[in-house]
Each structure stands twice: as C-alpha cells, then as structure tokens.
C-alpha cells in the first residue's frame, strides 16, 4: 500500500555532486523517521543518514561531512545532497521510512528499490 521511489542516482565523476530524492505515496497517516543507507557489491548494507519527523538528523562518521540529509513533510519526500563524491562512494542507494498507513495503523519500515550511485573518471 505504501511505496517509496528513489531518483537521482548516476555516473559522476570523482569531486562532482549527485542528489538523490525519494518519495513516498500510498495511503498514508503519518510519516516518521526516515533515512538512507547504501550496499556496495561484496560488502553490508551500511547506514548512511537518518532524519526525524522534527529535523534531527545523523549521519555515518565517514560521510557527515560530505552528505546532507534533509526533508519536505508537505511533499513526502526525503533527499540526500552528495558533495565531494569519491570512488568508494559507488553503491547501491536505499530510501526508507517509517510509516504508518491508514490502511491498517500498523507502523513498519518501508523500502525503496534502489537507485544506483557511480563515481568514476
């Protein structure tokens, strides 16, 4: 009933910015914390941001300094800006949120299918 669509991911090159967005849609009551995290090929999936209903975000030792994570409850949407983007950065990228939906008002955690980041010259 609820479904979550990532966009934005690409080719870029090393030192380039990429934004990712994700909106949710369905028959939903209310939103709560949401976030994104990331699988590259051969490794876990690793959590990369996360932000509250109220704005208060983290964010992964190794990316809070390059990474925002922000939100626009009016849009359902949650976004990722991505500066300063490194080879390791490369991976698979997935929008979540928790969400409770006036279907059954029960709360779970929603998954989008993934967008794919590249960062290569």
């Known amino acids: 009933q609820v479904q979550l669509v990532e966009s934005g991911g690409g080719l870029v090159q090393p030192g380039g910015s990429l934004r990712l967005s994700c909106v949710v849609s369905?028959?939903?009551?209310?939103?709560?914390?949401m976030g994104w995290h990331r699988q590259a090929p051969g490794k876990e999936r690793e959590l990369v941001a996360r932000?509250?209903?109220?704005?208060?975000?983290n964010y992964a030792e190794s990316m809070k300094d390059r990474f925002t994570i922000s939100r626009d409850n009016a849009k359902k949407t949650v976004y990722l800006q991505m500066n300063s983007l490194k080879p390791e950065d490369t991976a698979v990228y997935y929008c979540?949120?928790?969400?409770?939906?006036?279907?059954?008002?029960?709360?779970?955690?929603?998954w989008g299918q993934g967008t794919q980041v590249t960062v290569s010259s």
């Open positions: 369905g028959s939903i009551l209310s939103i709560h914390d």
């Open positions: 979540n949120a928790l969400v409770v939906s006036y279907t059954n008002y029960i709360l779970n955690n929603y």
């Open positions: 932000i509250t209903s109220g704005g208060t975000t």
